[in-house]
């Protein structure tokens, strides 16, 4: 078999319910937010499936993380495409996504039930689940994206420009000073391009999808002052999805915009909603499943929450389908490698920032908050508690703290 029947054999050789059912495992078991997904898809489609080789999947990490969006879904969504086609990728999609969608539902449906002692003290835990996940996802990224002193350097100082400026924009600066500062702290670095991928769609492909996701953004930044409520609602989360850099935690000033500035949501809310986003498996972006039913669409809850998935998610789907047809040709170059080198290095400090603010900050108000997160990240790190088995200590600790 000549190299590009093997290619295209790797790039379609599953089916669309094969993509479903590993994604749907996924979906219920990956705990931990973006960086830990991508421990988990190592695991799962490097190392067990083979699925993909080391040199692809970095492909496919680096452009995730380059582009705004969601990146662990926008890179199960590429993983999907190229296993089994368009279907699949929309099977990745959903199978990763529908776990924490509905339970981030159930949880917006009983929140009203969550407001005394017990309550707050159970959504407190979660928030401290959070602590450990982060942790030891951050861990993990400083060891494979900073291995060398000029990226450690490059992380820190994102760090501290995130922590000191605390401005949504500075984010997208900080990538921006990665890109720029890539080619001169990261001259070992070379490129990989590995194996080519091959794609249902092209070039022209590309250009239509960018197009179409440009229309879509030129249309959610135009002003919509009589627009119904659900056309004003997929407005600001398309704008949400399509603007945040540096994952789910950065959406959150972009959602706030949205519902909490103009009213729709009052800010205790949204902030029992982040916490519980935190704790579940899957994508952080299904937060905008509370708030979709919180909020209603024509009285609908369901309807809400559905039409808000939709949007947050379709911008970074339609962005990361465009570009893949061209990342094969930047990926084989020096240069961009060491551009993207230092992008992920900035990505590493944007991380340990909002492991400070807003996760440690949100979480840990008293010493014993701190033994909690710390035992947490002990049990994960080194006892290698799974995931579920960290949600139910911190939570049952937390409790226990109310009742004694």
Request: aromatic share 10%; proline share 5%.
């Amino acid at each position: 078999m000549n190299h590009a029947a093997r290619t295209s054999a790797l790039a379609t050789s599953g089916s669309a319910w094969e993509v479903l059912a590993v994604f749907l495992k996924l979906g219920m078991s990956s705990f931990g937010g973006p960086i830990a997904h991508l421990g988990y898809f190592h695991r799962e489609f490097v190392e067990r499936r083979r699925w993909l080789d080391d040199e692809r999947f970095g492909q496919l990490l680096a452009l995730c993380q380059f582009l705004p969006g969601p990146a662990s879904s926008q890179l199960g969504f590429s993983i999907g495409l190229l296993q089994a086609g368009g279907w699949g990728g929309l099977a990745a999609f959903v199978g990763f996504t529908l776990p924490s969608a509905l339970l981030m539902f159930a949880f917006a449906v009983l929140s009203t039930h969550l407001s005394g002692a017990l309550g707050q003290a159970a959504i407190h835990g979660l928030k401290l689940v959070a602590v450990a996940m982060v942790a030891h996802g951050l861990l993990g990224m400083v060891r494979r994206l900073t291995p060398d002193v000029p990226r450690l350097l490059l992380a820190a100082l994102a760090a501290v420009l995130i922590v000191i400026v605390g401005n949504a924009w500075m984010q997208l600066l900080v990538i921006a000073f990665g890109a720029v500062l890539g080619p001169w702290l990261c001259r070992t670095v070379m490129a990989h391009p590995g194996d080519r991928l091959v794609l249902q769609h092209g070039r022209r492909g590309g250009i239509a999808l960018l197009a179409v996701f440009a229309i879509l953004l030129l249309l959610s930044l135009a002003p919509w002052p009589g627009a119904p409520a659900w056309a004003q609602l997929t407005a600001g989360f398309y704008r949400a999805g399509a603007l945040v850099f540096g994952g789910g935690h950065v959406v959150l000033p972009l959602l706030k915009q949205t519902v909490v500035d103009p009213g729709w949501l009052d800010g205790n809310s949204f902030l029992a909603g982040y916490g519980a986003a935190q704790a579940v498996p899957g994508p952080m972006f299904s937060l905008a499943a509370f708030l979709g039913e919180r909020i209603g669409v024509g009285h609908s809850g369901a309807l809400g929450a559905t039409v808000c998935l939709l949007a947050i998610f379709l911008p970074g789907l339609l962005l990361v389908s465009a570009a893949l047809p061209f990342w094969q040709a930047l990926a084989a170059r020096d240069d961009a490698a060491r551009v993207l080198a230092g992008v992920n290095a900035a990505v590493v400090g944007l991380l340990a920032a909002a492991l400070y603010n807003p996760v440690w900050i949100s979480a840990v108000h008293r010493p014993l908050d701190v033994i909690i997160a710390l035992s947490a990240f002990a049990l994960l790190a080194w006892a290698r508690w799974p995931a579920l088995a960290i949600t139910g200590w911190c939570v049952t600790a937390s409790l226990l703290t109310v009742l004694f």
